[in-house]
């Protein structure tokens, strides 16, 4: 199948490594991965979505309508811009009248919206396009004796009916199976639903607080499970996870927070024999524990 | 709290939905809050409460709504299907129009790159990495041209015009 | 001695408690019951509740007939009902109904048992050799069953089944299986019926953990369980012998959390209704676990609003914050497993503003009822459409009674239901149908003539023993009874032993009846196997042969060895079970030798009805008893009928229209000739009991007494609007209670257009400990809520621009009055709750009220000048209620309502058998509440009315006035209220229809003046005297 992709912004330019994972990864499993001229931003939360409907959606008409162009589904890896991608679409969709305004501002740039590209999520993708057992088949190198603990992207579950693909957003589970079948061994622990906290302004404006309260995580998998890593299939649970870990132990005086972070589509790529210099090279807390022993 | 002052329309100006009017302060929306961690906590049945009762000066002058890390839950949980999430951002709006200090600064930055941040100029990286060069908006003016002259014609952009001037 | 008598029969198309009810009501007046359950079962949810509120015990046997209760054979209503005109079919689907009222066809589809269970002794050898292990749903899968078991544990007998979906087939069962009964090939079997009405009491869905997504934030750990299956957890017949433990590692529970509102009170889940039951249910478990399980058990529960609506709750709701159950105002999103098992939540405290988060060993949920599942196929079924909302069509003002003509509806399937509710529209549903079915004028004449019994006076007793030798299983039988028949012939008491085959098949009653018929004796015992069963028949053989009922015994020969009268033979032990059986048997004859005959007391029943107080409850009784023939005095204390609601209420918010259908009814009742009408009449004494009432009545208008004759009463005296010198009611032109707006603004003499504030206060007065001086309603009025929304929403339409503020404690907007309350949010009602120790102050400004508040969300105080100040002062009682309870002994509670039997099994009678309540003389309700307890008082007036006499039971108390003292402690005993003082003759007097003979008199009575007939202490000493004599029956002693 062919998807557009949308990258974001924090993939391409601070985790390029992920990219990289990505566009190395799905097309060994099908999924071939066009790019398209002139995306902006999806829009970020925090942006035009705190604005006013206007430049929210008429940015993410803008963005949307060049996939449309093509004749394609979109697929994002960032969590934010998927969910923001998701809702805005939602609201073209649901709203005759946004569509109308979205498309009165398209018009002057000579662009057009139906609202038929679909937003999908590189793990949904992942999960139902491909399936479980085809990663596992077509993977060259397994994960095998190595526990990992899955941090699921909150955009991906909530609201389920708009950005929603799991059966049960409450008990979710497609990041695990597709964990599962790199051979990896997923431990569950009491605070695996618990958000990140990285995105937003909560981890800016009280720091203190968001720092201790994605700690309570990083202990809960410390002291409840035999994680080798951690797998993430957001760039924001991605970068926090891993930069937080670093800040935390300067913080205590201690070196407790190790815990490698990766993308899924990493680890995926890893299985599959990429060089781990191009897929997995940018990180706080060293990988070297995971990616020598494949 | 002196009530004189509240405007009982402030919800139609924020948040016009029936939606809003459903809450009956379950506290649903409070438990699994990661900004309700936060110091100040973010309280979103609290925010909802405001916009209900009309507290203006109250409410523009409350910056929680911007701890919010969009995670969604509350519209997952919420059992009146208020679309919490919906109305934080309706806040934000709101404020954003009401007072321009609460305009974020990233929409410049989109304004003037496409982005929040520099995209696709980290090209040695990315070739180390195998990475082709990314066709970004930043790299094609006429583009970014029609991107910008599209947003002029949104409130946000064009009352705030002087913001987005060329230096 | 020919007697009219009404008949016909009726499906009951469930065997829950409303079903079991309705069949109950039905079978007693003597209509045929067909009563079938979908399940192998009967006795729907409260079959797994041991516990119920307010008495924290199981009350279940209080629903069974209380004069005709030698009809029934009396025994754990938990165990299993019997009457001679109840066919209880479990396992079966109703497949089709055709045809019309008084003319149905029925298809029955009874599914198969795979297990004879006529013959099935119940001892569960099958069970012991099945190797399959399931999960019990009775327990909630706290627990594992065999493929064969038994669907309820403590049922009688034991209804085993296969579970055909889990069975291997491997044929363990049938090789080990005493009595043969199994067979695997059995087929599910179709029969057609003819029935002249239906009844549907298919109760509710609960809503399932399992099943729904929103439970999934909760379904972490199997300590996370829901309210029912807590309910078996502390059942001493439950998971862990009633102990709290947890399902997931048997450990002691200490602390426990109580989750409301599970799969309610949901607009996102579609489910914007309350489902009624689930606070009072958190409750008494809550207490329950605290009274199980010791004190330093910590509950608490997390609630929105805590519904406790109804009669007593209130007070219950007291009782559980003085003994420490906490309440924590807070929603909460889900749990949280932690490594060490215990499950932790996150909640906002609102007190301290501050989240907490707190471990917990047990997380219980309250799961409530969800309506809507089963009515579209019940519809279908019926040929007809569901309403609007997804539910059976009923009539306007009768819940009971759908708009198809012959079919009746009652307990949950209703709506959202509580036990009481259950119970009372059970019974109307059967006075419903009795109603239809006399309007169908289907009626026999009972024509059998019974044989005055043999005389008994100054005759030797001699003891006819007649057993059952149960077709072959004497053969195999451990006791050896041609020993045992020898022993017993030695007897000089015993004129003779007839060993007889399968009594319980005709042929065997004919040849016992044939027997007896020429027999010399005057007293006799039957024995049998699982004898409750066809108790009814071998009573009426008896009867045709001339034996006296009082003298007559029959014994459950399974039951008298310990080990099991047919148990298999062994080599071992032959002697001993002989002999143990001989023991039983002995002691029995040695008590039924002393036995006196007695006698029933027939009573002539005056077929007149006395109805006191004509709102609609009243008239809608009267009306009810007059259609069926029963003549009716109907009093009223004032020149006007209709009471508060058919004089005052134009227009409800669920569209009814009291006053106009109170106009229809008051034609109704002046046209009836059955129905004569008194007013300006209060009641002033009364005397008699069931049957023989004379009531005085004063006539106010014209200075006279009147004397009626009347053979049961109802009270129907309805309540008033509560009075209030709170928040400066009477002070001000702008303070007005809901009824004084309601007026106003249906006269129009109250404009509200320029109004920019307006605020309700609810519970004025209301739901607060009476103290002292202070006179407040420690109760609930049940109304007011609903009727603050309805008038908010009023104003909302008159003054769309006006701020109205409803400041509540708990919003009691319960069942599908919940989308009222959510209405009332979208059309921009504020709602604000406060508490007792935060309440609304007001201060008049210019005569106008300033309301000073305290936010609750944003904790700060709010000071809002209001146009209008509201007030919801809830419903009194009359004030003639104590009057009206003194004249008929009855009791009045510290409120001024009347007390019923039972609050859950008994809601509409009083304990004096003739006596019964109806509307707000019980408690404040709805109207349609009321119209349903006027119908199920009518049906239980009826009950006994429509007879022109009725026996007591043959065994009661009595008493020996020359050794009596007069003490009254019988009385103070008396759980039924069945004897009383009588100040004129100075003597104990004992209402033989209320005597239930429960003995409690007996142990009361310091001097023996107390005494159940039959149950002598001379007989109790012969028994006892028999088991002790070590009879050897020849056999050598081992």
Same mark, same amino acid.
């Given at each position: 199948m062919e998807l557009c992709l949308f990258l974001g912004c924090n993939t391409p330019a601070i985790r390029p490594d992920v990219e990289r994972a990505i566009r190395a990864s799905m097309p060994e499993l099908g999924v071939d991965l066009v790019d398209v001229e002139g995306y902006v931003c999806c829009p970020a939360f925090g942006a035009f979505p705190s604005t006013d409907d206007d430049s929210y959606l008429a940015s993410s008409g803008w963005n949307l309508s060049i996939a449309e162009a093509k004749g394609l589904d979109i697929m994002v890896q960032c969590g934010s811009c998927y969910s923001s991608l998701r809702m805005g679409r939602d609201h073209l969709s649901h709203d005759e009248a946004k569509l109308a305004r979205v498309n009165e501002l398209l018009e002057l740039t000579g662009r057009k919206l139906e609202c038929k590209t679909k937003v999908r999520h590189v793990s949904e993708i992942l999960y139902n396009e491909v399936g479980a057992e085809k990663i596992s088949q077509t993977i060259k190198k397994k994960l095998t004796g190595l526990h990992g603990v899955v941090q699921y992207p909150c955009h991906t579950l909530f609201p389920s009916e708009i950005v929603g693909f799991e059966e049960s957003p409450r008990q979710p589970k497609a990041l695990r199976i597709l964990t599962e079948a790199l051979g990896a061994t997923v431990d569950t622990y009491s605070r695996e639903l618990q958000c990140c906290g990285g995105a937003g302004g909560f981890s800016k404006s009280t720091p203190k607080e968001a720092t201790a309260f994605v700690k309570s995580k990083l202990d809960a998998i410390i002291e409840e499970t035999q994680a080798d890593f951690i797998v993430v299939s957001c760039i924001t649970c991605l970068m926090y996870l891993d930069n937080i870990q670093k800040k935390l132990n300067e913080a205590e005086g201690t070196d407790k927070y190790h815990i490698p972070v990766f993308d899924y589509n990493q680890l995926l790529a890893l299985c599959m024999g990429f060089d781990p210099k191009q897929v997995a090279s940018i990180c706080t807390v060293p990988r070297n524990s995971v990616i020598d022993r494949l | 709290m002196d009530f004189s002052e509240s405007d009982k329309n402030l919800w139609k100006a924020i948040y016009n939905t029936k939606d809003l009017l459903h809450c009956f302060n379950c506290s649903t929306c409070l438990s699994g809050c990661p900004a309700s961690h936060g110091n100040p906590p973010l309280l979103v049945r609290n925010l909802a409460r405001m916009v209900v009762y009309g507290l203006e000066d109250d409410l523009l002058d409350d910056d929680t709504a911007w701890a919010c890390v969009s995670c969604s839950r509350c519209e997952e949980m919420c059992p009146m299907d208020v679309k919490p999430f919906e109305m934080i951002l309706s806040i934000r709006k709101w404020q954003s129009a009401n007072d321009e200090t609460r305009v974020p600064p990233s929409i410049v930055e989109i304004y003037k790159r496409g982005y929040t941040q520099s995209v696709g100029t980290n090209t040695e990286l990315r070739e180390s990495l195998g990475l082709p060069e990314l066709p970004t908006i930043t790299k094609m003016p006429e583009m970014l041209k029609l991107y910008q002259e599209m947003l002029m014609k949104t409130p946000v952009v064009s009352e705030n015009d002087y913001m987005f001037s060329e230096e | 001695m020919a007697e009219k008598k009404p008949t016909g029969t009726i499906l009951v198309a469930g065997a829950g408690v409303s079903g079991i009810k309705a069949a109950i009501e039905l079978a007693e007046i003597g209509y045929k019951v067909l009563l079938t359950d979908a399940s192998p079962q009967i006795g729907g949810i409260l079959a797994k509740l041991d516990n119920q509120f307010p008495t924290d015990h199981c009350g279940m046997c209080r629903m069974l007939p209380m004069v005709g209760r030698e009809y029934a054979s009396q025994y754990c209503m938990r165990k299993g009902l019997y009457h001679e005109n109840i066919e209880i079919l479990p396992f079966t689907q109703v497949k089709s109904v055709e045809g019309d009222a008084g003319n149905f066809t029925i298809e029955l589809l009874q599914k198969a048992r795979y297990i004879d269970t006529d013959k099935c002794n119940g001892l569960g050898e099958c069970i012991s050799v099945c190797p399959v292990e399931v999960a019990d749903e009775f327990n909630h899968s706290l627990t594992q069953r065999k493929a064969v078991y038994k669907p309820v544990p403590h049922s009688t007998p034991q209804m085993l089944l296969v579970d055909m979906d889990a069975c291997t087939r491997c044929g363990a069962c049938v090789d080990v299986c005493p009595t043969n009964v199994i067979n695997l090939d059995a087929q599910d079997e179709s029969s057609t019926r003819k029935v002249h009405a239906v009844i549907l009491a298919s109760g509710v869905k609960l809503y399932n953990l399992r099943e729904f997504e929103d439970a999934k934030s909760w379904a972490v750990s199997k300590d996370v369980v829901s309210s029912l299956a807590f309910e078996r957890i502390i059942s001493g017949t439950g998971t862990f012998d009633g102990s709290i433990k947890r399902p997931s590692d048997g450990k002691t529970a200490k602390r426990l959390a109580w989750i409301q509102c599970m799969g309610s009170r949901n607009k996102r889940q579609n489910r914007d209704y309350c489902s009624s039951i689930c606070c009072m249910f958190a409750l008494k478990e809550a207490v329950l676990a605290k009274e199980k399980g010791g004190d330093d058990v910590e509950t608490t529960i997390f609630y929105m609003d805590m519904r406790t609506f109804g009669k007593d709750f209130y007070r219950y709701y007291e009782r559980a914050v003085e003994i420490g159950v906490k309440f924590v105002r807070c929603r909460v999103q889900g749990v949280m497993l932690k490594p060490d098992t215990t499950l932790s939540m996150r909640y906002f405290d609102s007190q301290t503003e501050a989240f907490i988060e707190a471990d917990y060993d047990m997380v219980v949920l309250a799961t409530g009822q969800i309506p809507y599942e089963t009515h579209k196929g019940l519809a279908d079924l019926l040929h007809i459409k569901v309403n609007g909302q997804g539910l059976l069509p009923t009539q306007t003002y009768d819940k009971v009674k759908l708009t198809k003509p012959g079919v009746f509806v009652c307990g949950s399937l209703m709506g959202l239901t509580d036990l009481s509710e259950a119970m009372s529209s059970g019974i109307a549903a059967a006075g419903q149908a009795s109603r239809l079915l006399s309007d169908l004028d289907v009626t026999i004449i009972e024509e059998?003539?019974?044989?005055?019994?043999?005389?008994?006076?100054?005759?030797?007793?001699?003891?006819?023993?007649?057993?059952?030798?149960?077709?072959?299983?004497?053969?195999?039988?451990?006791?050896?009874?041609?020993?045992?028949?020898?022993?017993?012939?030695?007897?000089?008491?015993?004129?003779?032993?007839?060993?007889?085959?399968?009594?319980?098949?005709? !042929?065997?009653?004919?040849?016992?009846?044939?027997?007896?018929?020429?027999? $010399?004796?005057?007293?006799?015992?039957?024995?049998?196997?699982?004898?409750?069963?066809?108790?009814?028949?071998?009573?009426?053989?008896?009867? =045709?042969?001339?034996?006296?009922?009082?003298?007559?015994?029959?014994?459950? @020969?399974?039951?008298?060895?310990?080990?099991?009268?047919?148990?298999?033979?062994?080599?071992?032990?032959?002697? +001993?079970?002989?002999?143990?059986?001989?023991? !039983?048997?002995?002691?029995?004859?040695?008590?039924? =030798?002393?036995?006196?005959?007695?006698?029933?007391?027939? @009573?002539?029943? #005056?077929?007149?009805? @006395?109805?006191?107080?004509?709102?609609?409850?009243?008239?809608?009784?009267?009306?009810?008893?007059?259609?069926?023939?029963?003549?009716?005095?109907?009093?009223?204390?004032?020149?006007?009928?209709?009471?508060? *609601?058919?004089?005052?209420?134009?227009?409800?918010? $669920?569209?009814?229209?009291?006053?106009?259908?109170?106009?229809?009814?008051?034609?109704?009742?002046?046209?009836?000739?059955?129905?004569?009408?008194?007013?300006?009449?209060?009641?002033?004494?009364?005397?008699? /009991?069931?049957?023989?009432?004379?009531?005085?009545?004063? +006539?106010?208008?014209?200075?006279?007494?009147?004397?009626?004759?009347?053979? *049961?009463?109802?009270?129907?005296?309805?309540?008033?609007?509560?009075?209030?010198?709170?928040?400066?009611?009477?002070?001000?032109?702008?303070?007005?209670?809901?009824?004084?707006?309601?007026?106003?603004?249906?006269?129009?003499?109250?404009?509200?257009?320029?109004?920019?504030?307006?605020?309700?206060?609810?519970?004025?007065?209301?739901?607060?400990?009476? +103290?002292?001086?202070?006179?407040?309603?420690?109760?609930?009025?049940?109304?007011?809520?609903?009727?603050?929304?309805?008038?908010?929403?009023?104003?909302?339409?008159?003054?769309?621009?006006?701020?109205?503020?409803?400041?509540?404690?708990?919003?009691?907007?319960?069942?599908?009055?919940?989308?009222? &309350?959510?209405?009332?949010?979208?059309?921009?009602?504020?709602?604000?709750?406060?508490?007792?120790?935060?309440?609304?102050?007001?201060?008049?400004?210019?005569?106008?009220?300033?309301?000073?508040? @305290? !936010?609750?969300?944003?904790?700060?105080?709010?000071?809002?000048?209001?146009?209008?100040?509201?007030?919801?002062?809830?419903?009194?009682?009359?004030?003639? #209620?104590? $009057?009206?309870?003194?004249?008929?002994?009855?009791?009045?509670?510290?409120?001024?309502?009347?007390?019923?039997?039972? /609050?859950?099994?008994?809601?509409? !009678?009083?304990?004096?058998?003739?006596? &019964?309540?109806?509307?707000?003389?019980?408690s404040p309700m709805t109207l349609k509440d009321a119209i349903l307890q006027a119908e199920a008082a009518a049906q239980k007036t009826y009950a006994y009315l429509s007879g022109r006499k009725i026996h007591t039971a043959h065994a009661i108390s009595r008493v020996h006035d020359a050794i009596c003292v007069r003490c009254q402690r019988c009385v103070d005993i008396c759980p039924y209220g069945a004897r009383s003082h009588d100040e004129v003759l100075d003597r104990i007097i004992v209402d033989g229809p209320t005597c239930q003979a429960c003995g409690m008199c007996g142990v009361a009575c310091q001097n023996n003046a107390a005494e159940i007939m039959g149950f002598s202490d001379k007989q109790i000493m012969a028994v006892i005297d028999a088991k002790m004599s070590k009879n050897t029956m020849g056999f050598a002693a081992q």
């Open positions: - | - | 059998e003539e019974i044989p005055e019994p043999r005389s008994q006076d100054r005759q030797t007793p001699l003891v006819s023993v007649v057993l059952c030798k149960c077709s072959d299983k004497v053969e195999k039988s451990s006791v050896d009874f041609a020993a045992l028949e020898g022993g017993l012939k030695k007897l000089n008491s015993v004129g003779e032993v007839n060993i007889i085959d399968m009594v319980c098949s005709d !042929e065997g009653k004919e040849t016992v009846l044939e027997l007896l018929k020429k027999s $010399d004796c005057n007293r006799l015992i039957i024995g049998a196997c699982h004898p409750f069963i066809y108790r009814n028949a071998l009573k009426n053989l008896a009867k =045709k042969a001339g034996f006296a009922a009082s003298l007559f015994e029959i014994i459950d @020969l399974s039951s008298i060895v310990h080990k099991g009268f047919f148990e298999p033979k062994k080599d071992e032990g032959v002697k +001993d079970q002989t002999r143990e059986a001989y023991n !039983e048997l002995f002691a029995i004859i040695e008590n039924l =030798k002393l036995k006196p005959a007695l006698h029933v007391q027939t @009573l002539p029943i #005056n077929q007149t009805a @006395l109805v006191v107080g004509a709102g609609i409850a009243g008239m809608h009784a009267s009306f009810s008893l007059a259609q069926r023939g029963v003549d009716v005095h109907l009093i009223e204390r004032s020149d006007k009928l209709g009471g508060y *609601a058919g004089r005052h209420v134009n227009h409800t918010i $669920d569209d009814l229209e009291p006053v106009s259908m109170a106009k229809d009814l008051m034609i109704k009742i002046l046209e009836h000739k059955n129905i004569t009408l008194h007013k300006n009449c209060e009641v002033t004494a009364t005397q008699g /009991s069931l049957g023989a009432f004379e009531t005085k009545i004063k +006539d106010n208008e014209n200075q006279e007494n009147i004397y009626l004759q009347h053979g *049961a009463a109802i009270i129907a005296t309805g309540g008033v609007e509560g009075k209030t010198a709170e928040y400066e009611y009477g002070n001000s032109d702008f303070v007005l209670t809901q009824a004084q707006l309601k007026t106003g603004l249906d006269t129009g003499q109250i404009d509200v257009s320029e109004a920019e504030n307006i605020v309700m206060i609810q519970c004025v007065g209301s739901r607060e400990k009476q +103290d002292g001086e202070k006179q407040s309603r420690e109760y609930c009025s049940r109304i007011c809520c609903i009727g603050a929304i309805a008038n908010a929403l009023t104003l909302r339409q008159k003054n769309p621009e006006a701020r109205i503020f409803i400041l509540y404690r708990d919003m009691m907007t319960y069942g599908f009055a919940e989308q009222y &309350y959510t209405q009332a949010r979208e059309e921009g009602i504020i709602f604000v709750s406060y508490t007792l120790d935060t309440k609304p102050r007001v201060e008049l400004s210019e005569g106008k009220p300033v309301l000073t508040f @305290l !936010e609750p969300v944003l904790n700060s105080e709010i000071e809002i000048p209001a146009d209008f100040l509201i007030l919801s002062t809830g419903v009194d009682a009359e004030t003639s #209620n104590r $009057d009206i309870g003194n004249a008929f002994s009855l009791p009045v509670n510290e409120d001024g309502f009347f007390v019923e039997a039972d /609050s859950k099994w008994r809601p509409v !009678e009083f304990m004096k058998v003739g006596l &019964y309540v109806a509307g707000t003389a019980h």
